[in-house]
């Protein structure tokens, strides 16, 4: 593993309200980003809104707003949800802001001296929603935008383009590495759809709008809104700024792990493009592209239209964090596409965190009170083969949450913590506490049980940490931990050893089918 670790999300259009779709994403990097800092790696997680193009300034106009009030509004309206998220980011990047534009400015100078960027005229086809150029082939007879559906606008102007050329053959060098792209179908697809066919050169400015960075050299012409926004990876660390630290600490270092997560939507972008302005630039690739799937419901995409987009707001104020952190990470299998359905997010609730997790800290706890007035019996070495059997297991499964986490199959390791904890019901349903503490003679197994079942509580709520983040603190302070608590704290077997427990609440109540099926229905819907 290396020593640091710079997670980003997409920056989001703020061309409308943040919605469940952005929510996952953001969850999914703010739970890499707290399990990175949990292993000890200095770890800066970013995200931000990419706020120039011509669907944000047709917007705007329809309100009567200028782009600029029309952003600030709705960028701050992301910050404040992902306040109340508490998602861990270290900045807020905006594109409108200062530091970014110089940044763009620069590059766009650079590549123009470099010669990587020619002026041409542009005849095809662009989708405004996707802000996507596309062939005629590509939108085919009835002109639509290969990716959304939505029709095109034929265009027509004078351009800048960018030499893809010049760089496919050298990326391909890296996109060709293990998990470069990830997941493997999407590389293939890449490849298949985009790079076999042969790579056009990318139109980089645009004139017929305003809303973006001017082009000094030519200033009717501005960045076209991709290349403007990739830029944002590096702007936000600094680079070509006076105070770089960051950028040499977070990007221009073999030490730092760097991680792009981007929606099934925008791969093309970052994984073909973004090399190759990388590689023009001279700087080093990311480590990663992982691309996650999309989130619909029972009818399908996410869209206005449609009226079906999932509000995030009503989930988490009748649910909240956990619970909904906690929904997304098991129930979409991450880096597949995933459908939202309230039966399946009540189900999850009631399964895992209620029955499952919840019911193991809540009766097993009670039980030490009882038994041993709330202290945790020392750690032993198990007596018979099923109390070996789980002692191993503990371990089994840090080592296997670790190697799946660290590959980012973030639902396959939450599902590795869900089955020891499973383990742990089966195993008190096994060795029945209960009678073990009607004999004296039955002592020593009774305690040697306890602690395990407290050891198992100790640690799987360890690795849950990253998600269950309202309710872990909780847990390590029913054990009666008073020290701040350390990754590496769940290899020592006696860390628990005479710990004097707390009174603890149910962690998570169980939800009434119908009466949350009716209030998710009533409520989800964003306006
Ligand atoms: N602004 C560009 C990204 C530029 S990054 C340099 C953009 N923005 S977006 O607002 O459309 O958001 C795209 C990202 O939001 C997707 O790639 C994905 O990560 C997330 N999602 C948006 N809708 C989603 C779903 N329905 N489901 C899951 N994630 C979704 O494209």
Redesign the pocket.
């Known amino acids: 593993m290396k020593k640091r670790c710079y997670i980003t999300t997409?920056?989001?259009?703020p061309s409308g309200n943040a919605h469940l779709?952005?929510t996952?994403?953001t969850i999914m990097a703010d739970i890499i980003a707290r399990y990175k800092r949990n292993r000890g790696v200095e770890t800066y997680f970013l995200t931000g809104t990419?706020e120039h193009g011509q669907k944000i300034q047709n917007n705007a106009e329809k309100l009567g707003l200028t782009p600029q009030q029309y952003v600030d509004g709705i960028a701050a309206k992301f910050q404040d949800l992902w306040k109340e998220l508490k998602i861990s980011n270290d900045d807020f990047i905006r594109t409108t802001q200062e530091r970014h534009i110089k940044v763009v400015s620069e590059v766009f100078s650079r590549f123009l001296k470099q010669g990587d960027i020619y002026l041409g005229n542009y005849e095809g086809w662009y989708c405004v929603p996707c802000e996507s150029f596309w062939t005629n082939v590509q939108v085919g007879e009835d002109h639509l935008c290969p990716d959304c559906g939505r029709p095109v606008n034929k265009a027509r102007e004078e351009s800048y383009f960018f030499k893809c050329n010049k760089y496919l053959d050298i990326v391909l060098e890296d996109f060709e590495k293990p998990k470069f792209v990830f997941p493997e179908s999407r590389k293939n697809e890449m490849l298949n759809n985009f790079i076999k066919p042969g790579l056009d050169d990318l139109c980089v400015s645009r004139t017929s709008f305003s809303w973006g960075i001017q082009i000094k050299e030519n200033p009717k012409h501005v960045v076209y809104v991709w290349l403007d926004?990739?830029i944002?990876y590096i702007s936000a660390l600094g680079y070509l700024s006076d105070d770089d630290s960051l950028f040499k600490k977070f990007w221009d270092n073999d030490d730092v792990e760097i991680i792009h997560l981007?929606?099934a939507?925008?791969s093309r972008f970052h994984t073909i493009y973004w090399p190759m302005f990388l590689k023009a630039l001279n700087l080093r690739q990311p480590d990663r592209i992982f691309v996650?799937g999309?989130?619909?419901t029972k009818d399908g995409?996410?869209s206005k239209s449609k009226g079906n987009v999932i509000a995030p707001q009503p989930l988490i104020d009748r649910y909240g964090l956990d619970c909904l952190r906690y929904y997304l990470i098991r129930e979409i299998n991450f880096g597949s596409d995933g459908v939202f359905t309230p039966e399946q997010f009540i189900e999850r609730i009631n399964v895992d965190l209620v029955n499952n997790y919840g019911n193991l800290v809540n009766r097993s706890l009670n039980m030490i009170k009882k038994y041993f007035d709330g202290v945790i019996p020392q750690y032993v070495e198990g007596i018979k083969e099923i109390d070996k059997a789980i002692q191993d297991e503990v371990l089994k499964t840090i080592s296997k949450y670790e190697e799946l986490m660290d590959d980012l199959k973030l639902s396959e390791a939450t599902n590795e913590v869900m089955l020891l904890v499973d383990k742990a019901n089966k195993y008190i349903q096994a060795k029945e506490p209960w009678t073990l503490a009607k004999s004296e003679e039955n002592i020593d197994e009774l305690k040697m049980v306890m602690s395990n079942i407290a050891r198992i509580i100790f640690v799987s709520t360890m690795l849950l940490k990253p998600i269950i983040i309202e309710n872990y603190n909780k847990v390590f302070n029913y054990l009666g931990i008073e020290k701040e608590v350390k990754y590496k704290d769940i290899l020592d077997v006696h860390y628990l050893d005479n710990l004097k427990l707390k009174d603890c609440d149910i962690l998570y109540k169980r939800l009434n089918v119908n009466e949350e099926l009716q209030y998710i229905k009533d409520n989800i819907k964003q306006v």
Do not use: S
């Open positions: 997409p920056i989001y259009y779709g952005h996952y994403c990419d926004a990739l944002n981007v929606g939507d925008i996650h999309l989130l619909m995409k996410m």
